[in-house]
T-cell receptor, first 114, second 115 residues
């Protein structure tokens, strides 16, 4: 199994508070991704990183920011959480950027915004 | 337009029978990869099988095979000899090399294996 951890695994917070989710990998993979999973939508890409300090937006990036200061860590920040950001968040990694490079997922973080 | 379409929200199959989960995709990128993931009720995403757009043969991994029909833009997952542990959500995904390597996921198919 790929060495990917996410913290926290569960979090309940209130509307308007900042929240940071952490993804940590021990595989030294170049690419890292944040997804959210909601019923009926599958997984939707929030942001991704293709190297240290190199990030880009996905399809649902509004309200989220990311940072990657080290290869092994990718942080997702909700600057001011809203109830619509209640979701399960998955981090994923892949070694390269080619069509053959598989993504491997972390265990997920369940976030509830009240 | 949807990049990945899974038209079967839920399916049932009898234990030990084979089942096909449908997936169609939309891309103009000549280089892409197709993936299937399993998500059991415990929530983790498990990689099952991969097919490249230039691969001539259908991919197989144990009881899983991918029926790749490029002209039809379909990449169906076939599970042979279903087991109770196969009950889960299954997601089809695509990676476009020339689109910043983004992954796109379908909405999933929930498979229930009956004893």
């Amino acid at each position: 199994d790929a060495g990917i951890t996410q913290s926290p695994r569960h979090k309940v917070t209130e509307t308007g508070t900042p929240v940071t989710l952490r993804c940590h990998q021990t595989e030294n993979h170049r690419y890292m991704y944040w997804y959210r999973q909601d019923p009926g939508h599958g997984l939707r890409l929030i942001h991704y990183s293709y190297g240290v300090k190199d990030t880009d937006k996905g399809e649902v990036s509004d309200g989220y920011s990311v940072s990657r200061s080290k290869t092994e860590d990718f942080l997702l920040t909700l600057e001011s959480a809203t109830s619509s950001q209640t979701s399960v968040y998955f981090c994923a990694i892949s070694d390269g950027g080619g069509a053959t490079d598989t993504q491997y997922f972390g265990p997920g973080t369940r976030l509830t915004v009240l | 337009a949807q990049k990945i379409t899974q038209t079967q929200p839920g399916m049932f199959v009898q234990e030990k029978e084979a089942v096909t989960l449908d997936c169609t995709y939309d891309t103009s990128d000549p280089s892409y990869g197709l993936f299937w993931y399993k998500q059991p009720s415990s929530g983790e995403m498990i990689f099952l099988i991969y097919q490249g757009s230039y691969d001539q043969q259908n991919a197989t991994e144990g009881r899983y095979s991918l029926n790749f029909q490029k002209a039809r833009k379909s990449a169906n997952l076939v599970i042979s000899a279903s087991q109770l542990g196969d009950s889960a959500m299954y997601f089809c995904a695509m990676r476009e090399v020339n689109n910043f390597n983004k992954f796109y996921f379908g909405s999933g198919t929930k498979l229930n294996v009956k004893p």
